[in-house]
């Protein structure tokens, strides 16, 4: 299995309040993504990275923002969480484009937002 | 607007049948289209289908690419119980994005 941890597991947290999740690999991988997962939705791409510094937005990023200060760790934040934001995220890593290699994911976080 | 549909969106067999597990894509800059497991956690990966690789099979599992249909199947023969899981198909786009379908919830009967 892939090196993901995501981190915390489980949260509930209150409307207005603000979130960080982190995604950690020990992989070594050059790239990072978070999804958010909704009943009928599928998978939703939120933000991405490919490389320190580097991100780009997903589908779904308005209300997220992200950093990636170091290779193995990817945080996401929620400024001032909504109920909408409540969902399952998933991180995944890649170690090279989609055209080559297959994406991997992280136990996800079950986030609610009262 | 770039999609994935899926189908059926669930589906209830007897242990021992096969199964037929449908993605049709509209996705612009098309790189791959990559068949998942999910059962409670995080999805695994099944497959990658791409232009040079329009068929991959392992075990009962087996799946293939129709890039003149959009679309592509993935097959179960023999189902077990433990094959009961939400199968994801997603789309590469471009360089780094996945557009995932909505995925198949599969239930397998004993």
């Known amino acids: 299995d892939a090196g993901i941890t995501q981190s915390p597991r489980h949260k509930v947290t209150e409307t207005g309040t603000p979130v960080t999740l982190r995604c950690h690999q020990t992989?070594?991988?050059?790239?990072m993504y978070w999804y958010r997962q909704d009943p009928g939705h599928g998978l939703r791409l939120i933000h991405y990275?490919?490389?320190?510094?580097?991100?780009d937005k997903g589908e779904v990023s308005d209300g997220y923002s992200v950093s990636r200060s170091k290779t193995e760790d990817f945080l996401l934040t929620l400024e001032s969480a909504t109920s909408s934001q409540t969902s399952v995220y998933f991180c995944?890593?890649?170690?090279?484009?989609?055209?080559?290699?297959?994406?991997?994911f992280g136990d996800g976080t079950r986030l609610s937002i009262l | 607007e770039d999609k994935v549909v899926q189908s059926p969106l669930s589906l209830v067999v007897h242990e021992g049948d096969t199964v037929t597990l449908n993605c049709s894509y509209e996705v612009t800059n098309f790189r791959s289209l990559l068949w998942y497991k999910q059962e409670k956690k995080a999805p695994t990966f099944l497959f990658m289908l791409?232009?040079?690789?329009i068929e991959k099979k392992s075990g009962r599992l087996s799946s293939i690419l129709d890039k003149k249909e959009l679309s592509s199947i993935l097959n179960i023969t023999a189902t077990q119980t433990g094959d009961s899981a939400i199968y994801l198909c997603?789309?590469?786009?471009?360089?780094?994005?996945?557009?995932f379908g909505q995925g198949t919830r599969l239930t397998i009967n004993p």
């Open positions: 997603a789309v590469g786009q471009g360089a780094q994005k996945l557009v």
């Open positions: 995944a890593i890649s170690e090279r484009g989609i055209s080559n290699q297959p994406q991997h």
């Open positions: 992989e070594n991988h050059r790239y």
């Open positions: 990275s490919y490389g320190v510094k580097d991100t």
């Open positions: 791409t232009s040079s690789g």
